[in-house]
């Protein structure tokens, strides 16, 4: 299973460009990696996957080297709504009854004002 | 459509009680999940099913957790008995398809109680 490593927590402040680095080193080659935001009191909700390069949507951009160790979540031009928790996860298309994924404790991010 | 709809919102029993959480996944969505949420632990995958039938129940904690699907509009996570370390939001996802890696659309969640 993918395990991945992301920073507990960052701050930024409104109308800045945050970027979020996940690393999942032991990426096999059928995983995807999606990005999910979590409000408080409310459940996680995706914001953007990709397995590899750049994918980018009206919410945020997903940047993944050609080795794909790690990936960079970028929001830009972030506001104070976008304060909430980022988890990677990393996870393969295959069927069978062994797929996870790993949620860990994502990032916490705070936009100050 | 209204989302993933899960009941009750907020749930406090005492210790030894069974508890019942409900969920009703999306309409048409053919993967459904079961996720339990605590601070030291954050979010892990309990059980999911795929067309109502379950796939991997590895992630259910102990015995006294069980889980099943009857249709595709309905689904339940019981414990018995409950203790206080089962104390945590649980969330229900579904999607669309089976589930890896395609978005999981996730319910507001169950705030669990057990004193």
Known sequence: LAKTTQP??????????????????NIA??????????FPSQGPRFII????????????SLFIPADRKSSTLSLPRVSLSDTAVY??????????????????????????? | DAGVIQSPRHEVTEMGQEVT???????????????????????ELLIYFNNNVPIDDSGMPEDRFSAKMPNAS?????IQPSEPRDSAVYFCASSPTDGFPYE????????????
Request: hydrophobic share 30%; net charge positive; aromatic share 12%.
């Open chain 1, 8 to 25: 507990i927590s960052m701050d930024s402040y409104e109308g800045q460009e945050v970027n979020i680095t996940c690393s999942h080193n």
């Open chain 1, 29 to 38: 080659t059928n995983d995807y990696i999606t990005w999910y935001q979590q």
């Open chain 1, 49 to 60: 996957q990709g397995y590899k390069t750049k994918v980018t949507n009206e919410v945020a």
């Open chain 1, 87 to 113: 988890y990677c996860l990393v996870g393969d298309s295959g069927v069978g009854n062994n797929r996870k994924l790993i949620w860990g404790l994502g990032t916490s991010l705070a936009v100050n004002p």
């Open chain 2, 21 to 43: 959480l409900r969920c009703k996944p999306i309409s048409g969505h053919n993967s459904l999940f079961w996720y339990r949420q605590t601070m030291m632990r954050g979010l």
């Open chain 2, 74 to 78: 309905f689904s339940t996570l019981k």
């Open chain 2, 104 to 115: 999981q659309y996730f319910g507001p969640g169950t705030r669990l109680t057990v004193t």
